[in-house]
């Protein structure tokens, strides 16, 4: 089938060599690593999809950037103008800098929730719910049902279901739930998007209850293109305009820059709540610097304020989610079986589909991330029963319906023939999965296991 081509909407000016192993060294790096993929060298990965957080290629008008950075403690050129950048894109009253999302969600957390808060959220995401527990809340998930299936069809699958969240507020009440927590787009459902309309009736809800609804903004402008894409009336419209409306539903946000905002680190706090912003600024002395830096050298806040202009290109984006769909639809196409519908930053594999002869206590997605690495030398990661691991209260492992190797796919780093080598390498292994085997775990860390557990190949 004949598709329309949507080239890089950029040249290339630097380039970093990358290179590609044999395939005993690959077994043999693997062996080494533990059958873990984020226990190999990066310098050993010939494609590294582990990831887009912080991973994305700046443009030279940011890094030119960090030259131009002010690196004044206070009052710097480049504070003011990544201020003005956050005003003007998102449409937000004030911002507070912190060095990456999780320093903003310290900050939201810190200063909202007490014992016993109650935070509903369209799916949790690890260091936002980490903050929500620290602070003594519990994160309540009200996503819609189709959410948790891999295989459904659903354009708004990060949606929330307002009935759920009518629920809780009648269950807890309204005083104990510090803020609406909306996702956008949910990175653990596979990427997925909220509609306009969602975000819209979650704010009518929540503002006739006098909570407040605050953003996990960290993918918003890939929300915002499949808006664009997707919902009636808003294909003539621009993502710079579609994303401000969807931030105006909310209160503020939180953000991490090393996402959406084309730069290695970096990230901030959003508000237009006056009481939020003079705590915030009381508060981010304590734990990442003056309100005028975060956490953050000058020429971060520069090249961020530059991303945040680059980030609503329409070319860019349509490029950027296009070509996370040009890697899953050739992998659907030819019955691979993976997350639907493609998401905005990475495809996700279904392992149990895949590798139907394993059970889930043979690793399914843990082993076909190390032969994808064997294979070709793509570095992917596993999203799925070593992630969730124990439960603290028996001890025994949690198994979670999704059982996923994630492929994510870094903004404006590779190209599509990088892709083609991905899907090719994908459809062989999809070829003699017959062949695939389970691992066994051989060291198992008492918490987050899945950055350094190591495991074995069963016979
Ligand atoms: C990455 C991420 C965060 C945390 O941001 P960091 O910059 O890594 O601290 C929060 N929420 C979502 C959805 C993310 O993907």
Partial sequence: MQRRVVAEPYKIKAVEPIRMTSRPEREQFMAEA??????????????????????????DHQWAGLMWGDEA???????LNLERAVREVYGYKHVVPTHQ?????????????????????????????????????????????????????HPFKGNVDVDKLRALVGRVGAANIPYMSTAVTVNLAGGQPVSMQNLREVKEYCAGQGIPVM???????????????????????????ILKEMMSYSDGCTMSGKKDCLV???????????????????????????????????????AMARGIYEMVDDDYIAHRVGQVRYLGHQLLDAGVPAVRPIGGHAVFLDARAFLPHLSQDEFPAQSLAAYL???????????????????PATGHHRYP?????????????????H???????????????????GLRMVYEPPTLRFFTARFQPLP
Avoid at 427 to 436: A, M, Q, S, V, Y
């Fill in 73 to 79: 403690y206070a009052g710097s050129r480049s504070w």
């Fill in 215 to 241: 953003y996990d903004a960290t993918r918003a402008v890939e929300n915002a293109f499949f808006i664009q894409e997707r919902e009636p009336g808003y294909a003539a419209k621009s993502i710079a305009s």
């Fill in 401 to 417: 319906k999704l059982e996923l190797v994630r492929l994510t796919i870094p903004r404006r780093v590779y190209t599509d023939r």
């Fill in 373 to 391: 690495y064997v294979d070709s030398g793509v570095r992917a990661m596993e999203r799925g029963i070593v992630s969730a691991g124990r439960d």
């Fill in 34 to 59: 533990g059958y873990n993929t984020f226990l190999l060298r990066s310098a050993d990965c010939y494609i590294d999809l582990l990831t887009d957080s912080g991973t994305s290629a700046m443009s």
């Fill in 264 to 302: 290695n680190i970096g990230g901030f706090l959003a508000t237009n709540d006056e009481e939020l912003y003079t705590k915030a600024c009381e508060l981010v002395v304590v734990f990442e610097g003056m309100p005028s830096y975060g956490g953050l050298a000058g020429r971060d806040m520069e």
């Fill in 419 to 437: 892709l083609d080598v991905v899907a090719g390498s994908v459809l062989g292994l999809f070829e003699k999965r017959d062949t695939i085997r």
């Fill in 101 to 153: 999302g999780r320093g903003a969600e310290n900050l939201l957390s810190t200063i909202t929730i007490r014992p016993g808060h109650y935070i509903p959220g369209n799916m949790y995401f690890t260091t936002t719910r980490a903050h929500q527990e620290r602070n003594g809340g519990t994160f309540v998930d009200v996503i819609i049902d189709e959410a948790h299936d891999a295989q459904h069809p």
